[in-house]
């Protein structure tokens, strides 16, 4: 059974930085291309950040580009978010997701999600 498994998400000011994990569980980790995911209250859930299953290949959205890092550690079965310079706008719900895909930016392409992890900020 495929568990994915986010942390990290907490409240932060504006200009402030979070670090968020997705732990992966039940799965052959590195078969995987991940993906970060976004839902803000009212809205669809949106693309952030996608990743290769070597880490070679990285997509950003363009609202987070120069902001948010995405990273992974096959060995600990762990792909990270690294998010500065946070605004308001970035509150959401923040979800990872695995894709058998090479990579992608579309939810449809995803097939295990996480619960999701709050990140709030601030003005």
């Known amino acids: 059974q495929v568990q994915l498994v986010e942390s990290g998400g907490g409240l932060v000011q504006a200009g402030g930085s979070l670090r968020l994990s997705c732990a992966a569980f039940?799965?052959?980790?590195?078969?995987?291309?991940m993906g970060w995911f976004r839902q803000a209250p009212g809205k669809e859930r949106e693309f952030v950040a996608a990743?290769?299953?070597?880490?070679?290949?990285?997509y950003g959205d363009d609202s987070v580009k120069g902001r948010f890092t995405i990273s992974r550690d096959n060995a600990k079965n762990t792909m990270y978010l690294q998010m500065n310079s946070l605004k308001p706008e970035d509150t959401a719900v923040y979800y990872c997701?695995?894709?058998?895909?090479?990579?992608?930016?579309?939810?449809?392409?995803?097939?295990?999600w996480g619960q999701g992890t709050q990140v709030t900020v601030s003005p």
């Open positions: 039940g799965v052959t980790y590195s078969n995987y291309a």
């Open positions: 990743i290769s299953w070597n880490g070679g290949r990285t």
């Open positions: 997701a695995t894709t058998s895909r090479a990579i992608a930016r579309v939810t449809v392409a995803y097939e295990y």
